[in-house]
Nanobody, 115 residues
């Protein structure tokens, strides 16, 4: 079983930056595509960025050019650098497998963009 611990969220003003981290337990982290998901209040959880085991990345249009996903397989850790944040980026951010069955979801980390 794989468990995820997300961290790095917080309150930031519009235009600000945050770097999220996802620490994964288990030995399968490096072989799977992984993704960052977010869930805004009253909305469904959606995938916003993904990275393959070979570090090929993809993003939804709303975050392209602003967010950068990366991974360190040696540390079983994934990151999301978020720049030029907007109020509509406010959500709880989660990490999990991408492109396949999800593992149990972690607690997530709250990102609030507000002046």
């Amino acid at each position: 079983q794989v468990q995820f611990v997300e961290s790095g969220g917080g309150l930031v003003q519009p235009g600000g930056s945050l770097r999220l981290s996802c620490a994964a337990s288990g030995t399968v982290f490096s072989i799977y595509a992984m993704g960052w998901y977010r869930q805004a209040p009253g909305k469904q959880r959606v995938l916003v960025a993904a990275i393959t085991s070979g570090s090929t990345t993809s993003y939804v249009d709303s975050v392209k050019g602003r967010f950068t996903i990366s991974r360190d397989n040696a540390k079983n850790t994934m990151y999301l650098q978020m720049n030029s944040l907007k109020p509509e980026d406010t959500a709880v951010y989660y990490c999990n497998r991408a492109g396949g069955p999800s593992y149990d979801w972690g607690q997530g980390t709250q990102v609030t963009v507000s002046s």
